[in-house]
C-alpha cells in the first residue's frame, strides 16, 4: 500500500505559487524578458529535468516566458532520460550577465553556479540541499526549499492542480527525477512524500517504477566512454572541510566493479584533478545501489584520516567499504572532518 504523504500537495498561501513577472520598470531597462531557469554545473538528472519542468511551468501554465538551460553536458542518466521521454536537450550555458534573469533550482551554492551569478537578476531559488549563502540579489526573490529527496518533488507541489495540464514528457522528466534522487527509495533522503509523488506519477503515466528505475541505473552506470577526470567531475561539489578544499565526487551505479576496476588511474588522476579546479583534494565514493554500500578510494594518508574521523573506519588499504553510505548530502557531507 502507497505511503500517505505527511505534506500537503499544495502550498497554503497561493501566493508562492506565483512566479515572478517582470515590471515595465525592468523592461525599459533592458533586462531580458525570457526567464533563464538553470541547476547546477556537472548536471545530474534532477539538475537537468528539472528547469525542463520549471521553464515549461512558468511558459506554458503562467505565461511568463522561460527557458530551460544546462551548466555542462549531463551525466549519462540525464541523457537517457532526455530521450526516453523525447525532451531537447537544453542549451549549455558558461555564465550569465547583468542583463539575464535568473530562477536557480537544485542549487543554492554559488561554487556550483555561474560565476558571474550575482551580476544577474535572480528572481527565483527553488532546491532542497542545505542553504549555504552567498548569493546576491538585486531586490527580494520567492525561495523555496524543502527536506524533500529531490527539487521536481518540490515543484509538484508548487504546481499544484496545474500539474494536470502537463504533458506526458513533463511528468516523465518528474518521475526520472524523484526516483534518481532517491535511487528508487533506496537513499536515507527519500521522504515518504518523495515515494507518494512518485506512485501518483507512475500510476497517471502507466509507468513501472521499477522498469523505469533500472533503466535510469543502467544508464547511469555505463561510465565507459568518460576519462579518469570526466568521471571525477561527473557527480561532484565543491565543499570546505576542516580548511580543505574538497570536490566530493559520487559515482552511483549498479556495476561497482567496472569504476573500482579504473581505482588506480582515477587516484593518479585525482592529482591534475584537484590542481585545476583549486581543490586540495578529491574525494570519490563510489555508491553501490543494490548493495546500499560505498566504497571510498584512498589514494594518501590525507583521505585516509578522514575516512576514518568521518565514518569511524579502519583503512588498511587504498579503498574502504562504508555500508549504508548512500547519500553525499544527508550521509557524507555532514560526517567530514579531520
Same mark, same amino acid.
Given at each position: 500500500? /502507497?505511503?500517505?504523504?505527511?505534506?500537503?500537495?499544495?502550498p497554503?498561501?497561493?501566493?508562492?505559487?506565483?512566479?515572478?513577472?517582470?515590471?515595465?520598470?525592468?523592461?525599459s531597462?533592458?533586462?531580458?524578458?525570457?526567464?533563464?531557469?538553470?541547476?547546477?554545473k556537472?548536471p545530474?538528472?534532477?539538475?537537468?529535468?528539472?528547469?525542463?519542468?520549471?521553464?515549461?511551468?512558468?511558459s506554458q501554465?503562467?505565461?511568463?516566458?522561460?527557458?530551460?538551460?544546462?551548466?555542462?553536458e549531463?551525466?549519462?542518466?540525464?541523457?537517457?532520460?532526455?530521450?526516453?521521454w523525447?525532451?531537447?536537450?537544453?542549451?549549455?550555458?558558461?555564465?550569465?550577465?547583468?542583463?539575464?534573469t535568473?530562477v536557480?533550482v537544485?542549487?543554492?551554492?554559488?561554487?556550483?553556479?555561474?560565476?558571474?551569478?550575482?551580476d544577474?537578476?535572480?528572481?527565483?531559488?527553488?532546491?532542497?540541499?542545505?542553504?549555504?549563502?552567498?548569493?546576491?540579489?538585486?531586490?527580494?526573490?520567492?525561495?523555496?526549499?524543502?527536506?524533500?529527496?529531490?527539487?521536481? @518533488?518540490?515543484?509538484?507541489?508548487?504546481?499544484?492542480?496545474d500539474l494536470?495540464?502537463?504533458?506526458?514528457?513533463?511528468?516523465?522528466?518528474m518521475?526520472?527525477c524523484?526516483?534518481?534522487?532517491?535511487?528508487?527509495?533506496?537513499? /536515507?533522503?527519500?521522504?515518504?512524500?518523495?515515494?507518494?509523488?512518485?506512485?501518483?506519477?507512475?500510476?497517471?503515466?502507466?509507468?513501472?517504477?521499477?522498469?523505469?528505475? @533500472?533503466?535510469?541505473?543502467?544508464?547511469?552506470?555505463?561510465?565507459?566512454?568518460?576519462?579518469?577526470a570526466?568521471?571525477?567531475?561527473?557527480?561532484?561539489?565543491?565543499?570546505?572541510?576542516?580548511?580543505?578544499?574538497?570536490?566530493?565526487?559520487?559515482?552511483? @551505479? @549498479?556495476?561497482?566493479?567496472?569504476?573500482?576496476?579504473?581505482?588506480?588511474?582515477?587516484?593518479?588522476?585525482?592529482?591534475?584533478?584537484?590542481?585545476?579546479?583549486?581543490?586540495?583534494?578529491?574525494?570519490l565514493?563510489?555508491?553501490?545501489?543494490?548493495?546500499e554500500?560505498?566504497?571510498l578510494?584512498?589514494?594518501?594518508?590525507?583521505?585516509?584520516?578522514?575516512?576514518?574521523?568521518?565514518?569511524?573506519?579502519?583503512v588498511?588499504?587504498?579503498?574502504?567499504?562504508?555500508?549504508?553510505?548512500?547519500?553525499?548530502?544527508?550521509?557524507?557531507? /555532514?560526517?567530514?572532518?579531520?
Open positions: 500500500m /502507497p505511503q500517505r504523504s505527511n505534506f500537503a500537495t499544495t497554503r498561501d497561493k501566493s508562492l505559487r506565483t512566479p515572478y513577472k517582470p515590471r515595465k520598470s525592468e523592461i531597462k533592458g533586462i531580458h524578458m525570457t526567464i533563464k531557469v538553470f541547476g547546477h556537472s545530474d538528472t534532477d539538475s537537468t529535468g528539472s528547469p525542463i519542468i520549471w521553464a515549461w511551468y512558468l501554465v503562467k505565461g511568463t516566458p522561460a527557458k530551460p538551460y544546462l551548466l555542462g549531463p551525466n549519462t542518466e540525464a541523457a537517457f532520460v532526455l530521450t526516453h523525447n525532451l531537447q536537450k537544453p542549451e549549455i550555458i558558461a555564465d550569465v550577465t547583468a542583463e539575464d535568473v536557480i537544485d542549487t543554492n551554492n554559488p561554487a556550483e553556479l555561474p560565476a558571474s551569478i550575482n544577474a537578476k535572480v528572481v527565483g531559488i527553488i532546491d532542497h540541499h542545505m542553504l549555504v549563502g552567498g548569493i546576491k540579489t538585486k531586490s527580494p526573490i520567492d525561495i523555496t526549499i524543502r527536506p524533500l529527496a529531490c527539487t521536481a @518533488t518540490i515543484m509538484h507541489d508548487l504546481m499544484g492542480a494536470a495540464k502537463a504533458p506526458k514528457a513533463i511528468k516523465g522528466a518521475l526520472s524523484i526516483l534518481s534522487d532517491t535511487l528508487e527509495f533506496r537513499s /536515507p533522503t527519500t521522504t515518504p512524500h518523495d515515494r507518494a509523488v512518485a506512485e501518483k506519477l507512475a500510476a497517471d503515466l502507466g509507468v513501472s517504477i521499477a522498469d523505469l528505475a @533500472t533503466k535510469l541505473f543502467e544508464a547511469k552506470s555505463d561510465v565507459s566512454a568518460f576519462s579518469d570526466a568521471l571525477l567531475r561527473m557527480d561532484s561539489k565543491e565543499y570546505n572541510v576542516a580548511g580543505k578544499e574538497l570536490r566530493v565526487s559520487v559515482l552511483e @551505479t @549498479t556495476a561497482p566493479k567496472i569504476v573500482l576496476d579504473r581505482k588506480a588511474s582515477l587516484m593518479a588522476s585525482m592529482v591534475d584533478v584537484a590542481k585545476e579546479d583549486g581543490a586540495d583534494q578529491v574525494l565514493f563510489v555508491i553501490d545501489i543494490l548493495n554500500e560505498a566504497t578510494l584512498v589514494p594518501n594518508d590525507l583521505v585516509r584520516q578522514m575516512a576514518e574521523a568521518s565514518f569511524g573506519v579502519k588498511t588499504g587504498d579503498t574502504v567499504v562504508i555500508p549504508g553510505l548512500m547519500s553525499r548530502k544527508k550521509q557524507i557531507i /555532514p560526517a567530514l572532518k579531520l
